[in-house]
């Protein structure tokens, strides 16, 4: 009879060992983007192209109602404490330093990371990444390096997109369609907002572009030849990356505030 505590060593032994493939995922990714050869650096760019106007152009659409609805809301609800907080301040931690970048990581989770996951995936599946390698190309190259710079400049630019819109937008739509006296919002936020706020929103961007690229590629590219493991594995990545942003984004808070 297998005991609890041999089964919760046998998981730990596991999760670690995918940890570490997954790190050495990472670091084989990172060695193809640093080598670059010239040979079809054409073809890796225009996937980059493409990747950033799948996840980032399209994604416009469903970025800029969400942040002028965040925006606005938050406004809306906080200037009814305006003489007991700094509205400004607290616009800036929340939106900028936290919400921004976890909502930006989330969609691009749930629109582009699990299409990605699925994709790699199916070209496991069906030979096509072997016959890649059978030809000679790298398939790290044309395949995983393309979505890695793609999704994570994606993200990066979704942020900046996010946080101007809620808070430039959501001060507009709330001067706009209410009597809250907001006139002194945006002052507020220029003397509220410093250099590390907008350091770690990009820091926090960049490292879940990361993290989201490297979870969604390795579990494509190490998905079983089978069709039936192609929903396992794209839950499971969604799940991680997930789990991967919300501690990422703890450490950096953490790191820079604490």
């Known amino acids: 009879m297998n005991s609890p505590t041999g089964y919760i060593g046998r998981k730990t032994l596991a999760y670690v060992d995918h940890l570490q493939n997954m790190a050495a995922f990472a670091i084989d990714l990172c060695a193809v983007l640093l080598a670059s050869p010239l040979k079809g650096r054409a073809v890796v760019r225009w996937g980059v192209v493409e990747q950033i106007y799948f996840t980032a152009v399209q994604a416009l659409f469903l970025i800029i109602p969400l942040s002028l609805l965040t925006g606005s809301m938050m406004l809306i609800q906080f200037a009814k404490f305006s003489g007991q907080v700094d509205l400004g301040k607290l616009m800036i931690i929340l939106v900028i330093r936290e919400i921004g970048p976890v909502v930006t990581a989330m969609l691009v989770v749930l629109r582009s990371a699990t299409a990605v996951t699925i994709e790699i995936g199916y070209m496991n599946v069906f030979n096509e990444i072997d016959s890649l390698e059978m030809t000679g190309i790298d398939p790290l190259?044309?395949?995983?390096?393309?979505?890695?710079?793609?999704?994570?400049?994606?993200?990066?630019?979704?942020?900046?997109?996010?946080?101007?819109?809620?808070?430039?937008?959501?001060?507009?739509?709330?001067?706009?369609?209410?009597?809250?006296?907001?006139?002194?919002?945006?002052?507020?936020i220029g003397s509220a907002i410093t250099g590390a706020d907008i350091i770690v929103g990009l820091v926090k961007a960049l490292c879940f572009g990361v993290v989201i690229s490297v979870v969604t590629l390795y579990h494509g590219f190490e998905a079983q030849k089978r069709i039936t493991v192609i929903p396992k594995i794209t839950s499971t990545a969604a799940i991680e990356c997930f789990f991967y942003c919300i501690v990422t984004n703890i450490f950096i808070s953490g790191l820079f505030y604490f």
Do not use: M, W
Not at 156 to 162: P, S
Not at 169 to 180: D, E, H, M, N
């Open 141 to 188: 190259r044309l395949l995983a390096i393309p979505r890695f710079v793609g999704i994570t400049s994606a993200i990066v630019c979704l942020f900046i997109v996010f946080d101007l819109v809620a808070i430039l937008g959501g001060y507009g739509v709330v001067r706009l369609t209410t009597s809250i006296p907001v006139g002194n919002f945006l002052s507020d």
